[in-house]
C-alpha cells in the first residue's frame, strides 16, 4: 500500500465508509489532494490515478507548479488552503478554482476586486479560528456573522472552512462549524485532513484536505 495510487484508493474507500456510516449519499465529500511542497514528478502519479482536485497553500509555489500540469490534464481544480495575504488576490483568483482561507474583511474586499477585474469566480470558504487560537489564522468564531455577511454579497461564498486545534479530540469542532453553517445556511464544509478526515466526513464534510496520508511526510 505504498504508492500513491494505492494510498488513493484507500482513502477514498475510507471517506466512502465513513459516510456510509453517517447515512450520507455517496461522492458527497470531495477529496483535496494537497500537494504543497511535492514536485511535479510526485504529483503525476496521483494525476495519472485520476485525482483531478489538488490543493496548495502557497501562492507562488502553486504558480511554479501547476499551469504545466494543468496544461498537460485539463480539468484539474485547484484549491488554496493557506493563508492569503490581499496583495495577492488577483493572482490566487487567476490560479485558483476555490480559496479556502477568506478571514477577513480586507481580504474579502481584495477578492472582490480581483475576481470583478479579471471576471472569474473561484469559490470561496470562510475559514474560522473554531478553537479561538490566538496564533492560527481563521475569523473569529464571535466575528463570522459579519464577516460572511458582507463576503455573501460580493463573493461566491461556498462554505466555511476550519483546522481545529492540534492535539484535541477535533469531532467537537467538526461538529460546531457544522452547526454554524447550519445556522447560517451555508452548505460547504471543509474540514478533516489526513488524521482526521473520516470523523470529519461522519460529521458533514464536503472537503477534506489530505496531504500526508497520500503523498507520505513533507520535509
Ligand atoms: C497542509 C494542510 C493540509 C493537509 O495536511 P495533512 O495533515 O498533511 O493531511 C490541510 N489543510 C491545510 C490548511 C493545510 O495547510
Known amino acids: 500500500m505504498t504508492s ?7 482513502i477514498g474507500g475510507r471517506i466512502a465508509r465513513a459516510a456510509a ?3 450520507r449519499p455517496p461522492g458527497s465529500t470531495t477529496l483535496i489532494a494537497v500537494s504543497k ?3 511535479a514528478d510526485t504529483i503525476r ?3 495519472a490515478a485520476g485525482q483531478r482536485v489538488f490543493g496548495e497553500n502557497r501562492v507562488q509555489e502553486a504558480a511554479g507548479k501547476w499551469p504545466a500540469l494543468q496544461e498537460a490534464q485539463p480539468g484539474i481544480a485547484l484549491h488554496l488552503v493557506g493563508q492569503l495575504q490581499s496583495n495577492k488576490a488577483a493572482e490566487a ?3 485558483f478554482d476555490a480559496i479556502h482561507s477568506v478571514d477577513r474583511p480586507s481580504l474579502v474586499t481584495a477578492l472582490a476586486r480581483a475576481m470583478d477585474a479579471a471576471d472569474r469566480r473561484p469559490d470561496c470558504f470562510i475559514q474560522v479560528n473554531i478553537g479561538d487560537e490566538p496564533q492560527k ?3 473569529a468564531v464571535a466575528d463570522l456573522p459579519a ?3 458582507s463576503a455573501c454579497a460580493v463573493l461566491p461564498v461556498a462554505g466555511l472552512m476550519a483546522v481545529p486545534p492540534a492535539g484535541l479530540e477535533p469531532a467537537p469542532y467538526f461538529a460546531l462549524l457544522a452547526k454554524i ?11 478533516g485532513m489526513s488524521d482526521d478526515f473520516e470523523t470529519a466526513v461522519t460529521l458533514g464534510a464536503t472537503h477534506v484536505r489530505v496531504g500526508s496520508a497520500l503523498f507520505g511526510a513533507r520535509q
Open 21 to 23: 456510516l453517517a447515512g
Open 93 to 95: 483568483v487567476a490560479l
Open 45 to 47: 502519479p496521483l494525476i
Open 147 to 149: 464577516l460572511l455577511a
Open 137 to 139: 489564522g481563521g475569523c
Open 4 to 10: 500513491p495510487a494505492n494510498r488513493l484508493a484507500d
Open 181 to 191: 453553517a447550519r445556522d447560517h445556511g451555508v452548505s460547504g464544509l471543509s474540514m
Open 37 to 39: 511542497t511535492h514536485d
